[in-house]
Nanobody, 116 residues
């Protein structure tokens, strides 16, 4: 079955950096686009970035462009989110996502807290 396992979250000071990872299994990773979302309690889940199956194309939310970079390693079945210049408003649970056979799958999420 499809499994997505995020890691790399934690507490970071404003202006700091973190790299999130999402290890995928249960499907042919190299043939599917992958996305990162984030969610703050009480708010809707928000798309952060998407990367094509080959990694050639990425898209991202305007508010995070230039600060967040999505990438993938198809040999390791892993997608990454490099976050820099973090702000307190980036505090959220970050989720990895894949749409596989018309079903959206999510990982358990990883908490990112930006605070001094």
């Amino acid at each position: 079955q499809v499994q997505l396992v995020e890691s790399g979250g934690g507490l970071v000071q404003p202006g700091g950096s973190l790299r999130l990872s999402c290890a995928a299994s249960g499907f042919t990773f190299s043939t599917y686009a992958m996305s990162w979302y984030r969610q703050v309690p009480g708010k809707e889940r928000e798309l952060v970035a998407t990367i094509s199956s080959t990694g050639d194309t990425t898209t991202g939310a305007d508010s995070m462009k230039g600060r967040f970079t999505i990438s993938r390693d198809n040999a390791k079945n892993t997608v990454y989110l490099q976050m820099s210049s973090l702000k307190p408003e980036d505090t959220a649970v970050y989720y990895c996502n894949v749409r596989f056979r018309f079903v959206y799958y999510w990982g358990q999420g990883t908490q990112v807290t930006v605070s001094s």
